[in-house]
């Protein structure tokens, strides 16, 4: 294609939501014109599908549940009043707290006001405040915000010891839908610990966001911790940006929420249309289609030219692995569906894998995020009439033409800035175009039950190791081969024995040491 046919290509296939200044540019992917009569029953199919989602149907059916993170932005499209109403409520409460706390009328047990903010979550209840902390933090938050998103002791370290003089003005917020996930559940017994190491309440810094009555909920109210907010059943983890999840770490840190909450509710305004050319999340969901062949056959690249983005290519790997990486569709079949996400940011990675996107394994295709309000000062010329900003927007351009000219396929997203409004915006836009992909290959996104196997294969190495621990202690100052222990507990996991004594005898805890220089398989395990 010459340059002005890939202009004319360009112009035909430009879908925009215009109040947004937000653009979806289809035109260097690879695909022929009559791609949207192919698509067009499948995707009317699914666009009808995401209306009955949206009126209520019960559109996770595994889990009996209704999908209405759509509601949160627009509550008045909620299948019943009192929904609505729990949504307006929750909104007023998180305003009203935020704003008690900003102007120290809530304030910590032994200091005049909260000045930092900990977020305790993980997956879905934590990528989403993780992101819109970061594309939207600035100088002049109200709170400091941090972040603990792991079960690793030296991760939530790090954070402890920087906030360790904070702590008496740290206000933490723990996430917890189901009230009973490990990483959130440990990393709040470990900030509960840090708060009582320094002699304050844990309580009376500390706020929960879970469902009504869970453990997390029933602990909460015995203690009587500073706030309890929702979770409801109808919104889904990794869904949940826009509900008390995302909205109260932002208002906290004094990110404007209306206006997060305004751009989705545009955003979805404009991707629920039956028109697959005009709706933009209509058109990604085909383009996403067609370039895997509905068996996600490449890979998404997600490279945002903008520091601000950076953490939205994680976000979305979430979003979009947890949604659509699944083993059976809504009928049962095995078919082992996903769509394989992964991103940084630009130019960055032009340093990184994006030599092999340019002339390596042809497997991919790339979204590119361009924004197009770069900084609100003028700038330094770096070279003769060229910025910093100039060389960003060269580099995402040529990247672009560059790969197009090997046949390698690309989405372009264009934003006119990064503020609040924009970032709600894309939430919605991926959320939805998530919706319809997976009605068009017929799965369920709305549940993980992969996630459940893991926490329970976790559990089963947990049980073993109190099994070794007490076998160990029962043999106190016997050294013991791992084959030896597996033996005595009658497991034929010796495997899983040697690496739970490893493990053991590299950490202070548990009193297990290695007692020779044996080669590692044979290596000796004592208790003392
Ligand atoms: O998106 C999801 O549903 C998951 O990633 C969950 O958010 C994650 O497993 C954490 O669950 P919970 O909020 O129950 O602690």
């Known amino acids: 294609m010459d ?8 112009r035909r ?3 925009s939501i215009p109040a947004l200044g937000l653009r979806v540019d289809v035109s260097r992917m690879l695909f022929d014109d009559d791609l949207f009569e192919r698509l067009a029953a499948p995707m009317e199919q699914a666009l009808t599908a995401m209306d009955a989602l949206e009126r209520g149907a019960i559109a996770n059916p595994d889990e009996q549940r209704m999908v209405g993170h759509y509601w949160l932005r627009d509550p008045q499209r909620a299948p019943r009043p009192e929904i609505a ?9 998180i305003k009203q707290f935020a704003a008690d706390v900003h102007a120290g009328t809530l304030h910590p047990e032994r200091a005049d006001g909260f ?15 993780e992101f819109v902390a970061d594309a939207l933090g600035t ?4 709170l400091l915000v941090r972040f603990i998103d792991n079960t690793d002791p030296d991760g939530i370290d790090r954070v402890l010891t920087e906030l360790e003089e904070e702590l008496p003005h740290t206000l933490t917020i723990v996430i917890s839908k189901s009230g009973t996930t490990p990483e959130t559940r440990n990393g709040m017994l470990e900030v509960a610990a840090a708060y009582e190491r320094a002699g304050l309440s ?4 500390a706020v929960a966001i879970t469902s009504a009555g869970s453990k997390l909920d029933q602990l909460a109210r015995a203690q009587g911790w500073l706030g309890i907010f929702p979770m409801w059943d109808w919104v889904g983890g990794r869904t949940s940006e826009l509900s008390a999840v995302g909205l109260l770490p932002a208002a906290l840190q004094g990110i404007d929420i209306d206006a997060l909450l305004a751009g989705a509710r545009e955003c979805d305004a404009a991707t629920r249309p039956h028109d697959l050319r005009a709706n933009p999340a209509a058109l990604l969901a085909a383009l996403w289609h067609h370039a895997g062949g509905g068996r996600g056959n490449r890979n998404l690249v997600v490279l945002p030219y903008a520091d601000r983005l950076v953490l939205f290519s994680r976000y979305l790997q979430q979003l979009i692995m947890e949604s659509l990486g699944k083993q059976f569709d809504r009928r049962g079949n095995t078919v082992y569906q996903g769509l394989t996400v ?11 894998f994006i030599q092999q996107l340019r002339e390596g394994r042809n497997d991919f295709f790339v979204t590119f995020i361009e924004v197009l309000h770069q900084r609100a000062s003028s700038s330094i010329m770096i070279d003769e009439a060229v910025t910093s900003g100039d060389y960003l927007h060269g580099f995402l351009h040529g990247t672009r033409a560059a790969l197009f000219d090997n046949d390698r396929p690309s989405l372009t997203i264009t934003i006119p800035r990064v503020d609040a409004r924009r970032v709600g915006a894309l939430i919605a836009l991926f959320e939805r175009t998530v919706g319809l992909y997976a009605e068009l290959i ?15 294969a976790a559990g089963a190495i947990l049980d073993l190791q109190r099994r070794v621990l007490a076998h160990l202690g029962g043999r106190r100052g016997e050294a013991l081969t791992a084959e030896q222990a597996a033996a005595a507990l009658n497991t034929d996991d010796v495997e899983a024995v040697f690496h739970l004594l490893e493990h053991l005898a590299a950490n202070p805890d548990h009193g297990i040491t290695r007692t020779e220089a044996h080669p590692l398989p044979d290596a000796r395990f004592r208790a003392h």
């Open 3 to 10: 340059k002005r046919q890939l202009w004319e290509r360009y």
């Open 13 to 15: 296939y430009l879908c």
């Open 85 to 93: 109403d729990e949504i307006h409520t929750t909104l007023s409460r």
């Open 115 to 129: 000045y930092v903010l900990l977020v305790i979550g993980i997956g879905g209840s934590a990528l989403g405040p």
């Open 139 to 142: 100088s002049d938050d109200s």
């Open 202 to 205: 844990f309580a009376r810094h």
């Open 342 to 352: 992964y991103g940084n940011k630009g130019s960055t990675d032009q340093h990184a």
């Open 442 to 456: 017929g799965i369920n996104a709305y549940h993980q039950p992969g996630v459940e196997a893991g926490k329970k």
